[in-house]
């Protein structure tokens, strides 16, 4: 009857350990699983934050290609409307020249009249008072 009861208890206290080892297994196996979900949702935030700094890299690459062919791009328009000007400028001077001279040679021209106008009038004169003193003599 002790044997049974020191089986029985043996058997009991087996039993027990059983359960508290199935029950220290179970507590383990689920604080690996807890532990791996933390490492797994760790890894997912590391990717999806190396992710965004990408996309973040990118897109400021392409802001800066964007703004460099813009200012090429102005430079380039700043550029041709400055040889426009420059341009114009040298032709309004070229006409500015030319109405110069015009306005040089006309009143050369115009002097040059008066003059011979002048010429012609003293001659005209001297003419007259030459015929005026051949009547009265």
Known sequence: MIDRQIEELRALQDNREQVLNKQVAEAEDKANRLFEEQQRRKLEMQQAIERSRQLQIQRRQKERDSNK???????????????????????????ERQRNLEVANFLQKQSKQKQEKSIKQFQDDQEAAFRAQALSD
């Open 69 to 95: 062919l813009e200012e090429k791009e102005f430079a380039g328009f700043w550029k041709v409307r400055n040889d426009e000007l420059s341009l114009a400028e040298e032709q309004e001077k070229e006409e």
